[in-house]
């Protein structure tokens, strides 16, 4: 089958790959569609860092080359024989989180936080960016029928941003900024009006991005032509309660913290490529915190948690998809079209992949 195999920094080829046996427990799944993830950019741009290089992962054994992809949906086609809850012709999409299950973390219920954990398309396992994979059934969540496999795509970046705003200490009627305009703060953006929030301030500098902030409804901030602190505290009480930073860079990280008011939380969710420096004068002065927020909930009931309730709220119109997706290519056109483009600033958020 064709696959987009990643061999190293700026170096995926779609190629023809052996596509995993299906065990007892797995079920397989023609792919749909695939999105390209930031974390896939950044393993491409600045790779590896997640995944496994010179010492394979420990719970899937595998190095590089493996097959990126862990935002996918699709049709089971097969299923194994110890698989009960699965049924071929199901459409579904995928949870990629993948845990030991002996570590403290994973006795604990918190699974994401496992201390080997990993994802599909990251550790190993063959990944959503190809024409097949083969995942354990207890990691498939069932898609509602009045949701286009598409947009279900979308569930695992929005299950990233639901989960941020559930580790953060937004309550109902805070005000709270955004910076970073991606699939992940766009995200956050909309599951934070779906959690009370009252105002909503997006920073972005590039004008596409920060356009679709705009067409759902969210106060869109250029930084690079106002201070967002001065210009968000002129718009409420001295500032937000709550600020999501999902850019990834330092000057945003700062602005994040000074943008919120005394006693607030900055809320970290993005991926750094550099290490950030800060004035720690900013957080002891002010009593604010900083929250660190990893994937969203996983586990053997995986199925049960922030998945289902972005599933549920694409189901009933309450997260808007469409604008998130500016562009759809083939598997062939995946590192020209895709991993390219997201490289370089312009209009593109989230570019799903069809094998």
């Given at each position: 089958m064709r696959a987009a195999v990643y061999h190293g920094q700026r170096d995926v080829r779609v190629e023809n790959v052996e596509p995993r046996s299906v065990?007892?427990?797995d079920v397989a799944i023609e792919v749909a569609y695939c999105g390209i993830c930031g974390s896939d950019v950044h393993e491409y741009a600045a790779g590896p860092i997640a995944i496994p290089d010179e010492n394979t992962h420990s719970l899937t054994d595998e190095t590089l080359p493996l097959t990126l992809g862990h935002e996918f949906s699709g049709t089971v086609s097969d299923a194994g024989e110890a698989v009960d809850d699965v049924t071929v012709g199901d459409r579904v999409t995928v949870n990629p989180a993948i845990w030991c299950g002996e570590c403290r973390f994973c006795q604990e219920g918190n699974y994401h936080r496992c201390v080997s954990g990993g994802s599909i398309g990251l550790a190993g396992w063959g990944g959503g960016l190809a024409e097949r994979a083969v995942v354990p059934a207890s990691q498939v969540v069932p898609v509602p029928d009045d949701v286009g496999l598409d947009y279900a795509t979308l569930t695992e970046p929005y299950a990233?941003?639901?989960?941020?705003?559930?580790?953060?200490?937004?309550?109902?009627?805070?005000?709270?900024a955004v910076f970073g305009a991606g699939p992940i703060g766009l995200?956050?953006?909309q599951t934070s009006r779906l959690a009370g929030a009252r105002r909503v301030y997006v920073s972005e500098p590039q004008d596409g991005r920060r356009a679709v902030a705009d067409e759902l409804g969210m106060r869109g901030i250029d930084p690079t032509d106002v201070d967002p602190v001065r210009w968000i505290s002129?718009?409420?009480?001295?500032?937000?309660d709550v600020a999501y930073e999902a850019a990834g860079v330092e000057p945003a990280l700062e602005t994040a913290i000074r943008t919120t008011i005394r006693g607030g939380e900055v809320l970290l969710v993005s991926v750094f490529e550099d290490e950030a420096t800060i004035q720690p004068n900013y957080l002891m002065m002010a009593e604010r915190s900083i929250v660190g927020?990893?994937?969203?909930?996983?586990g053997p009931r995986a199925a049960e948690y922030e998945f289902a309730a972005v599933l549920e709220a694409?189901?009933?119109?309450?997260?808007?998809?469409?604008?998130?997706?500016?562009?759809?290519i083939?598997?062939?056109?995946?590192?020209?079209?895709?991993?390219?483009?997201?490289?370089?600033?312009?209009?593109?958020?989230?570019?799903?992949v069809s094998p």
């Open positions: 065990g007892p427990n990233v941003a639901l989960h941020a705003v559930r580790r953060s200490s937004l309550q109902s009627g805070d005000d709270c995200g956050i953006a002129s718009r409420t009480n001295g500032g937000t927020s990893i994937a969203y909930r996983t694409l189901s009933d119109d309450r997260l808007d998809p469409d604008p998130l997706v500016t562009k759809r083939d598997l062939d056109d995946v590192v020209e079209d895709g991993f390219e483009a997201l490289t370089e600033p312009g209009e593109q958020v989230k570019i799903l």
